[in-house]
C-alpha cells in the first residue's frame, strides 16, 4: 500500500473523530440552553399575585411582623430603662441603676486619670452595639461609700453585675495586655468571655423565616427542594 495514501486515511479519520466531538459538543450546549429557557418560561407564567395570596406565605410574613413588633418595642424598654449609651450616674443613682438590669458593666473613674479616659473610649464604642447591657460610669472621688463597700483601690475599675450583684471586675489594665494601646477588640472578647455582653450571632428566627419562605416559594412554583 502506497505510504503517502495510509497517511492521507488516518489524517482523514483523526478530522472525523474531531468533528464528531464538537458535534456533541454543540448537541449537549444546546440542550441545557432549552432546558434554561423552559425553566425561566414556567417561571415568567406564575402569576405573582396568586403567589402573594399564599396562605402560608401571608402566615409566614405575619409571623415575621410580629417577631419584629417584639423585638422593637423589648429594644425601647432597654432604651428606657438607660441601655445602648455610655452614661454617668451618680452615688445617689447607683443602687437603682445597677439593680435595674439583669446586666451592667459600671466604670469607676478619675476624671484627671488617663487610663480612665482610655477605658472610657473603649467602654463608649460598646455601649450601642450591646442593648442588653447597661453602660455606666460613676466618678470615684464622689462615690465614697461604694468605693469603700466594694474595695476599690486601684482605677480604672470595672466592675460587671449581673442581676444585682457583684461579680468579675477589671482592675487596670492587667487583663488587657498591661498596655495602652489595647484594641476595643481585646475589651469586648473579655467581656463576651466573661459573660457580661452576649456575643452577636446570625438571627436565626431571620434565618429560619427566610428558609420557609424559599420552601414555601419553591413549592409554589413546584420546582422541588434546593437539593434537586
Known sequence: ???????????????????????????????????????????????????????????????????????????????????????????????????????????????EFYRCKIMDKHLKALAPKYLGTKFLRLDAENAPFFISKLGIKTLPCVILFKKGIAGDRLVGFQDLGAKDDFPTKRLENLLIKKGIIKEKEKDEDEDDYSESKRTSVRSSLNLGSDSD
Do not use: W
Open 1 to 111: 500500500m502506497d505510504p503517502d495514501s495510509v497517511k492521507s486515511t488516518f489524517s482523514n479519520l483523526a478530522m472525523g473523530n474531531v468533528m464528531a466531538a464538537a458535534a456533541r459538543n454543540l448537541q449537549k450546549e444546546m440542550i441545557v440552553q432549552e432546558k434554561t429557557q423552559a425553566s425561566s418560561s414556567v417561571i415568567d407564567d406564575i402569576d405573582l399575585d396568586e403567589l402573594m395570596d399564599d396562605p402560608e406565605l401571608e402566615k409566614l410574613h405575619a409571623e415575621r411582623i410580629a417577631a419584629l413588633q417584639k423585638e422593637a418595642e423589648k429594644r425601647q424598654k432597654m432604651k428606657n430603662q438607660g441601655h445602648g449609651e455610655y452614661r454617668d450616674i451618680t452615688e445617689g443613682d447607683f443602687l437603682g441603676e445597677v439593680t435595674g438590669s439583669e446586666l451592667v458593666i459600671c466604670h469607676f473613674y478619675h476624671r
